[in-house]
T-cell receptor, first 110, second 115 residues
Framework: KQEVTQIPAALSVPEGENLVLNCSFTDSAIYNLQWFRQDPGKGLTSLLLIQSSQREQTSGRLNASLDKSSGRSTLYIAASQPGDSATYLCAVYGNNRLAFGKGNQVVVIP | DTGVSQDPRHKITKRGQNVTFRCDPISEHNRLYWYRQTLGQGPEFLTYFQNEAQLEKSRLLSDRFSAERPKGSFSTLEIQRTEQGDSAMYLC?????????????FGPGTRLLVL
């Protein structure tokens, strides 16, 4: 069974600092990896998707890397803003489903 | 493209009652997924459809749960004889299988509270 772990569970950073969120997974037989954002009480918004053959993806201030062999991904958010406060979920796709971590709860302090 | 929609957004029910949720996927998407999320946890897979066929069900989906996608478009998830442990956010997602990225797009969820 795929196990996805996200560290740290929660973090607070001052506005302007870079954010680094880590995700690890136990089974490297994945099709892709997605990072999602979830605001309190809301659904999931897809941020980035990395195919298993790719090493990284970038979108604006967001950059995600993937090391499939070691079962790790990192999401970087540059120059954080208060509007980045949310829970960030890592999910790996394999065996016809997404397996999620518990999320990184982020607070950006103005 | 109006995205994935779910109805209702919130449902409060008494233990023992039946509830039904609806999901409307993105129109051209052939895959539809149901997930359940409890407080402080990531979503957990429940079941998925390819067109109208339900291809897999998780062990989390007890016999009180049933899902359908009768014409390969919208889907319903019914919970019979609800229990307090069924309280959760029920999320629906859709994707277009066979594309290079196969991104899953999620709806806003239905939050269920069983009293």
């Amino acid at each position: 069974k795929q196990e996805v772990t996200q560290i740290p569970a929660a973090l607070s950073v001052p506005e302007g600092e870079n954010l680094v969120l880590n995700c690890s997974f136990t089974d490297s037989a994945i099709y892709n990896l997605q990072w999602f954002r979830q605001d309190p009480g809301k659904g999931l918004t897809s941020l980035l998707l990395i195919q298993s053959s790719q090493r990284e993806q970038t979108s604006g201030r967001l950059n995600a890397s993937l090391d499939k062999s070691s079962g790790r991904s990192t999401l970087y958010i540059a120059a954080s803003q208060p509007g980045d406060s949310a829970t960030y979920l890592c999910a790996v796709y394999g065996n016809n489903r997404l397996a999620f971590g518990k999320g990184n709860q982020v607070v950006v302090i103005p | 493209d109006t995205g994935v929609s779910q109805d209702p957004r919130h449902k409060i029910t008494k233990r023992g009652q039946n509830v039904t949720f609806r999901c409307d996927p993105i129109s051209e998407h052939n895959r539809l997924y149901w997930y359940r999320q409890t407080l402080g946890q990531g979503p957990e897979f429940l079941t998925y459809f390819q067109n109208e066929a339900q291809l897999e069900k998780s062990r989390l989906l007890s016999d009180r749960f049933s899902a359908e996608r009768p014409k390969g478009s919208f889907s319903t998830l019914e919970i019979q004889r609800t229990e307090q442990g069924d309280s959760a956010m029920y999320l629906c997602a859709s994707s277009l299988q066979g594309t290079s990225q196969e991104t899953q797009y999620f709806g806003p969820g239905t939050r269920l509270l069983v009293l």
